[in-house]
């Protein structure tokens, strides 16, 4: 995911996130290369925001 820079560091950012987001889960963060939008889209249901701030709090940490 270009503009989440999630390949080389997914595992770091994945604990950041279940930090600040205690009721997301292993299979909420679970990422496969080429399946940005499936994640994306899990997430946006799971914590109610948009793709864009998703992307955003991502990019953030």
């Known amino acids: ?3 989440l820079n999630i390949k080389g560091n ?3 950012t994945k604990g ?3 930090q600040k987001y205690g009721e997301l889960t292993d299979d909420d963060l679970a990422y496969t290369e080429g399946q940005e939008d499936e994640l994306l ?3 946006q249901k799971k914590l109610g925001k948009t793709k864009d701030q998703i992307k955003k709090e991502i ?3």
């Open 16 to 18: 950041k996130l279940k």
């Open 10 to 12: 997914w595992n770091e």
């Open 41 to 43: 889209g899990k997430l």
């Open 59 to 61: 990019a953030e940490l």
């Open 1 to 3: 995911m270009n503009d």
